[in-house]
């Protein structure tokens, strides 16, 4: 099978439930946002030290559940390919709150704001960190301009979306904490 088909040489695209829309259309915009967060949760993953093996068996959940947040962001809720969706669970923004408040009791509390950065590693955990509340502003415009303010599973990623945020940024605290780097804080 062939990476390339040149269905989208004219500036259209599939979505996942067979509609040919712009590739600027604010769905694939959406879901677009959603692939490049996930590609970079595989650089963050990547430089995480092996050792620690909880943070690494995160960060591979929250791909697999970016994938089936993609799916849903791909297929219009009038589809029929929609039964065929893999759910995403309110139970997966519940799992990480309780990673967050793991990983925030190893860590000193918070008295000020951060600058992010600090370790490699810590740095592209912020850069995905931001990546997500761009997801999630996008995710918000979706909803509005195809008017689903009401979709269940469209509530439930925007919830995951911005507890994943709230994971990354104690995550990148906890990765420069473990390598050795204090919070820079903001004056």
């Given at each position: 099978?062939?990476?390339?088909?040149?269905?989208?040489?004219?500036?259209?695209?599939?979505?996942?439930?067979?509609?040919?829309?712009?590739?600027?259309?604010?769905?694939?915009?959406?879901?677009?946002?959603?692939?490049?967060?996930?590609?970079?949760?595989?650089?963050?993953?990547?430089?995480?030290?092996?050792?620690?093996?909880?943070?690494?068996?995160?960060?591979?959940?929250?791909?697999?559940?970016?994938?089936?947040?993609?799916?849903?962001?791909?297929?219009?809720?009038?589809?029929?390919?929609?039964?065929?969706?893999?759910?995403?669970?309110a139970d997966v923004a519940k799992d990480l709150e309780k990673r967050i408040d793991a990983i925030s009791g190893m860590l000193p509390p918070l008295k000020a704001f951060?600058?992010?950065?600090?370790?490699?590693?810590?740095?592209?955990?912020?850069?995905?960190?931001?990546?997500?509340?761009?997801?999630?502003?996008?995710?918000?415009?979706?909803?509005?301009?195809?008017?689903?303010?009401?979709?269940?599973?469209?509530?439930?990623?925007?919830?995951?979306?911005?507890?994943?945020?709230?994971?990354?940024?104690?995550?990148?605290?906890?990765?420069?904490?473990?390598?050795?780097?204090?919070?820079?804080?903001?004056?």
């Amino acid at each position: 099978m062939k990476v390339y088909t040149g269905g989208g040489d004219k500036g259209k695209t599939s979505l996942f439930s067979g509609e040919r829309v712009a590739k600027h259309h604010v769905r694939i915009d959406a879901y677009g946002d959603m692939d490049e967060l996930n590609s970079l949760l595989g650089v963050v993953c990547a430089l995480v030290p092996a050792a620690e093996t909880r943070l690494i068996q995160d960060m591979e959940d929250m791909q697999r559940n970016l994938f089936v947040a993609g799916a849903w962001l791909s297929t219009t809720p009038d589809s029929p390919v929609i039964k065929h969706l893999t759910p995403l669970s309110a139970d997966v923004a519940k799992d990480l709150e309780k990673r967050i408040d793991a990983i925030s009791g190893m860590l000193p509390p918070l008295k000020a704001f951060i600058l992010p950065g600090g370790e490699v590693v810590a740095a592209w955990a912020h850069v995905a960190r931001t990546v997500c509340r761009r997801c999630e502003r996008k995710l918000t415009l979706l909803i509005e301009v195809e008017k689903m303010q009401e979709n269940e599973q469209l509530a439930a990623i925007q919830v995951y979306l911005n507890r994943l945020s709230d994971y990354l940024f104690v995550a990148a605290r906890y990765l420069n904490q473990l390598l050795g780097r204090e919070d820079l804080l903001w004056k």
